[in-house]
């Protein structure tokens, strides 16, 4: 049983930062893909970014390219998702996932999921 806990979301002006957190439980925090997904208002869940067990490799969709990076910390047992030059586009409800295999985009794959945190880009 892993358990996540995001953290981070507010409010922010378009073109402001935020960095998301997403604690994790458990001592298997290394042998797990993260992922972070988002859900906007009427929307449908999307991928984001994940991230390797090994924090080798990185995918990201390409709204988010250049604009975000995900990253872990394997002391701390969290990963991060540091969010640059935010558009208003970008508010939803985030959600960090975690999952056995390799880096993949469908949300299916993923085993645990946290709470969400909710960020809001006004413009």
């Known amino acids: 049983q892993v358990q996540l806990v995001e953290s981070g979301g507010g409010l922010v002006q378009a073109g402001g930062s935020l960095r998301l957190s997403c604690a994790t439980s458990g001592r298997t925090f290394s042998l797990y893909t993260m992922g972070w997904f988002r859900q906007a208002p009427g929307k449908e869940r999307e991928f984001v970014a994940a991230?390797?067990?090994?924090?080798?490799?990185?995918d990201y969709v390409d709204s988010v390219k250049g604009r975000f990076t995900i990253s872990r910390d394997e002391a701390k047992n969290t990963v991060y998702l540091q969010m640059n030059s935010l558009k208003p586009e970008d508010t939803a409800v985030y959600y960090c996932?975690?999952?056995?295999?390799?880096?993949?985009?469908?949300?299916?794959?993923?085993?645990?999921w946290g709470q969400g945190t909710r960020v809001t880009v006004s413009s």
């Open positions: 991230i390797n067990w090994s924090g080798t490799f990185t």
């Open positions: 996932a975690c999952t056995p295999g390799a880096v993949v985009r469908d949300s299916r794959e993923y085993n645990y």
